[in-house]
């Protein structure tokens, strides 16, 4: 079944992309990230151009987020503080990533831009969780426990303005929080990525956040960030194709169900080395497209801007 995508100017199979949703909604069920990462990259290998790629993935991840944001809402397990804080800098960086979006749209960068961003960052998130996964098992298989805290994160102790985060039980400085929520939300903005995978970890491993709250607290900052990612693509960019969204989105509520019961299944060790070597393959996917001979040798499109 046909379905014309006005946005993205692609007349398209309404089943591929509804078992896309479900594709990357199984895999975000099963390792509880929200798919951006994996999502985008599938819509631009499927042809639908990096544009409007990044901006239709970001409802998706919004109406992915939401439900799980209530749920954890409703058992207390979000710092509403600490969100905020988060907050404060994603919308920064989140508008920050609107601007340098446009411009390099304007300019004709777009694509190597989001390409070469992708292969540097993946490759480097990838590697490290690869490592840190394959430490774990090793441990896991000697019977050692997981060695959590140290001092290398001590520098955070000593920087100003610090604010107390009761339900965390944190008195840190904002200026790691704020700089974070900014970090995550101008990435988030610009490669279409919701940034949990980035999230978590940083605020496990450089906060020293209880794991109980630390999901929630994070898919909270993400459903804000992301819907004003979506809002300010519409109005600043006009590159979300609305169509495409909802069937990502159908697909998607449907494959997190099933991801969500085998990820239960698992252990956490044996996860979070598959999601290491998925993030990986879709840096090398990406790496490869940057020397591969396209089909297309040139495009002819009207530029604005003369006249």
Known sequence: MQLYLPIAELTVNIFLYLGMGAAVGFISGMFG???????????????????????????????????????????????????????????????????????????????????????????????????????????????????????????????????????????????????????????????????????????????RMPTNVVIGTSLGYILFTMALATVLHSLATGAVDLLLAILLMIGGVVGAQFGAQLGQAMRGEQLRLLLALLVLGVAIRFLLSLFLKPEDLYSISLMAGFG
Not at 71 to 94: A, H
Not at 125 to 138: K, Q, T
Not at 152 to 160: M, R, T
């Open 33 to 207: 990230v929200g798919g951006g990462f994996l999502l985008t990259p599938l819509l631009i290998f499927s042809g639908i151009t990096p544009a409007v790629a990044v901006a239709t993935v970001t409802p998706q991840i919004v109406a992915s987020s939401t439900s799980a944001a209530i749920s954890y809402w409703r058992r207390r397990m979000i710092d509403p503080k600490m969100t905020l804080f988060l907050l404060f800098g994603g919308i920064i960086g989140s508008s920050l990533g609107v601007v340098v979006f446009r411009k390099l749209r304007a300019l004709g960068q777009l694509d190597l831009i989001i390409s070469l961003s992708y292969v540097t960052f993946l490759g480097l998130i990838g590697g490290l969780m690869l490592r840190e996964a394959l430490r774990a098992l090793w441990r896991a298989r000697r019977g050692r426990q997981p060695r959590r805290g140290g001092s290398h994160h001590l520098w955070i102790s000593g920087l100003p303005f610090k604010v107390r985060f009761r339900r965390s039980k944190l008195y840190v400085s904002a200026i790691p929080v704020i700089g974070l929520g900014l970090s995550i939300g101008f990435l988030g903005t610009v490669l279409g990525i919701g940034g949990g995978f980035i999230m978590v970890p940083a605020l496990i491993y450089l906060l």
